[in-house]
């Protein structure tokens, strides 16, 4: 019997449910069951990714920051993640760390014409280039 309070099934029931309720629109439910699910398997790449997503629709962009964070310490080259990063820093207004992650991204599959669009549309935001130190 699960525990009061618990969704009912296993880590991967609740991650299935949690694909379900952010494919219907429903990011806030998803993210926190996918919460849960990653309390229980803090080590699931699958897990992270889904909740990171699920955090940027509902609009929590600091959490999907970290989430997205978080996939990036274990796999730097991980592109989708840089994205992912990018559009949440870009949403939360944090525009230098966004353009940072965007190029990342962009330098990593110049084939992903959407990244590359984000990368313009922060760098638009941004203004002239600062110089560096």
Do not use: C, K
Not at 37 to 65: F, K, M, N
């Amino acid at each position: 019997m699960a525990d009061p309070g618990q969704p009912d099934g296993g880590v991967y029931d609740w991650y299935q449910r949690g694909l379900d309720l952010l494919g219907d629109g429903n990011p806030d439910a998803a993210a926190t069951l996918l919460d849960r699910a990653l309390a229980a398997e803090p080590g699931s790449r699958s897990v992270r990714e889904a909740l990171a997503r699920a955090q940027y629709d509902a609009g929590r962009y600091r959490e999907a920051i970290e989430s997205f964070g978080a996939l990036i310490a274990v796999d730097p080259a991980d592109d989708y993640a840089q994205f992912g990063l990018g559009l949440a820093a870009s949403r939360a207004g944090e525009l230098e760390l966004a353009a940072e992650h965007l190029a990342l991204a962009v330098a990593m599959r110049p084939d992903r014409d959407h990244y590359a669009r984000a990368l313009r549309g922060v760098r638009a935001r941004r203004g002239p280039a600062t110089e560096l130190p």
